[in-house]
């Protein structure tokens, strides 16, 4: 296990582990802050799996999903606003 994989394994279970309760737990607005901070840290988890296992494929991965995660978060912000009118 390298560097690289030790600090991802770290992110993941201390950074993506809140996230998901906080997704999964509260107000629409906290589920909502939860899911896009998840996201976001979910892309650069993937980043270091990349560097760590020296994988450019893992690398397109997290930056689809640094793409498309905003676009997600907007759909989810669209329910929330129609669901309050």
Do not use: K
Not at 48 to 75: C, I
Request: with cysteine; charged share 10%.
């Amino acid at each position: 296990m390298n560097a690289w994989l030790l600090a991802a394994a770290l992110l993941a279970t201390g950074g993506v582990g809140p996230c998901l309760l906080l997704g999964l737990r509260g107000s629409p607005q906290q589920r909502l802050a939860g899911l896009n901070l998840a996201a976001t840290t979910t892309s650069v988890v993937l980043l270091l799996l990349a560097q760590g296992f020296s994988r450019t494929s893992y690398t397109d991965l997290a930056l689809d999903l640094a793409v498309l995660a905003p676009a997600g978060t907007l759909v989810f912000t669209r329910f929330l606003a129609g669901r309050q009118r």
